[in-house]
């Protein structure tokens, strides 16, 4: 899938051939699968419901009113949601039981702005996530959407604007910027997962590989992969094209 990709590791960014990367990441793809394995067409449907109502409204949603759209009895909406939010790890409820992140989007404050020319401004859960975003939306709709991400190098602070489409194509309206995306992975003895829906959200954007390797000199030390927008793009394509909820998903 990819060329060679910068490993982080201690105080260093080091090349790593391609294939050990791919072999690691098709390893995850595949846990990931396994995970969602679980989920029905009423999972898929009302998951893809709330993906579109959070990105067409920005206002978090009742299971009430769920169950009524779908018409499913509000027990069993419930339910899915249980499991939606457990298991899959793609919902998030706030206490009083409304929906506010149906991941791709999330209604919380996160560095990831998103427009998407289906909605109004909503944020997205992490980088890689972001850059998915337009592509599940597109999915859902069976219409062209595009998203207008705009998000702060992890280091300077300076944003970056990315236009990108449900077809993957994009474009970083800094001229000549060449920005690195940083995908945490747990320390081989934390007992964590590396679980790619989780990955996703923790990811976040550099500018440069500059950026990425001054950040790492000073604070940084996280084990983790640095992808290029191109690599990026093609690892959120995958990751979305298994998330279910999206109607062709396998
Ligand atoms: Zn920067």
């Given at each position: 899938?990819?060329?060679?990709v910068l490993?982080?590791?201690?105080?260093?960014i080091?090349p790593?051939?391609?294939?050990?990367?791919?072999?690691?990441?098709?390893?995850?793809?595949?846990?990931?699968?396994?995970?969602?394995?679980?989920?029905?067409?009423?999972?898929?449907?009302?998951?893809?419901?709330?993906?579109?109502?959070?990105?067409?409204?920005?206002?978090?949603?009742?299971?009430?009113?769920?169950?009524?759209?779908?018409?499913?009895?509000?027990?069993?909406?419930?339910?899915?949601?249980?499991?939606?939010?457990?298991?899959?790890?793609?919902?998030?409820?706030?206490?009083?039981?409304?929906?506010?992140?149906?991941?791709?989007?999330?209604?919380?404050?996160?560095?990831?702005?998103?427009?998407?020319?289906?909605?109004?401004?909503?944020?997205?859960?992490?980088?890689?996530?972001?850059?998915?975003?337009?592509?599940?939306?597109?999915?859902?709709?069976?219409?062209?959407?595009?998203?207008?991400?705009?998000?702060?190098?992890?280091?300077?602070?300076?944003?970056?604007?990315?236009?990108?489409?449900?077809?993957?194509?994009?474009?970083?309206?800094?001229?000549?910027?060449?920005?690195?995306?940083?995908?945490?992975?747990?320390?081989?003895?934390?007992?964590?997962?590396?679980?790619?829906?989780?990955?996703?959200?923790?990811?976040?954007?550099?500018?440069?590989?500059?950026?990425?390797?001054?950040?790492?000199?000073?604070?940084?030390?996280?084990?983790?992969?640095y992808?290029?927008?191109?690599?990026?793009?093609?690892?959120?394509?995958?990751?979305?094209?298994?998330?279910?909820?999206?109607?062709?998903?396998?």
């Open positions: 899938m990819t060329r060679g490993l982080g590791f201690f105080r260093w080091l790593v051939p391609a294939g050990c990367w791919d072999k690691k990441f098709d390893g995850m793809l595949q846990q990931l699968k396994e995970k969602d394995k679980f989920m029905t067409g009423e999972h898929r449907t009302l998951y893809g419901f709330a993906i579109m109502r959070l990105v067409e409204t920005v206002k978090s949603l009742t299971s009430e009113e769920a169950a009524q759209k779908l018409n499913l009895p509000l027990e069993r909406v419930n339910q899915l949601l249980d499991e939606l939010e457990k298991r899959a790890g793609v919902i998030t409820r706030h206490a009083d039981g409304a929906i506010v992140s149906a991941g791709p989007v999330t209604l919380d404050k996160t560095s990831q702005r998103l427009v998407l020319s289906l909605g109004e401004e909503i944020q997205a859960e992490g980088m890689l996530h972001a850059l998915g975003a337009a592509y599940v939306a597109g999915k859902l709709r069976g219409l062209p959407v595009f998203g207008h991400i705009t998000t702060p190098c992890s280091y300077c602070h300076e944003p970056r604007h990315i236009i990108i489409g449900n077809d993957l194509k994009f474009r970083v309206l800094e001229a000549g910027a060449s920005p690195l995306v940083f995908l945490p992975l747990p320390g081989r003895n934390t007992g964590k997962h590396d679980d790619l829906n989780q990955l996703g959200k923790d990811s976040v954007l550099f500018c440069s590989r500059e950026h990425a390797a001054a950040y790492r000199k000073k604070a940084g030390r996280t084990r983790g992969v992808l290029t927008l191109e690599q990026a793009v093609g690892t959120a394509r995958s990751i979305h094209g298994v998330i279910p909820g999206m109607p062709d998903s396998g």
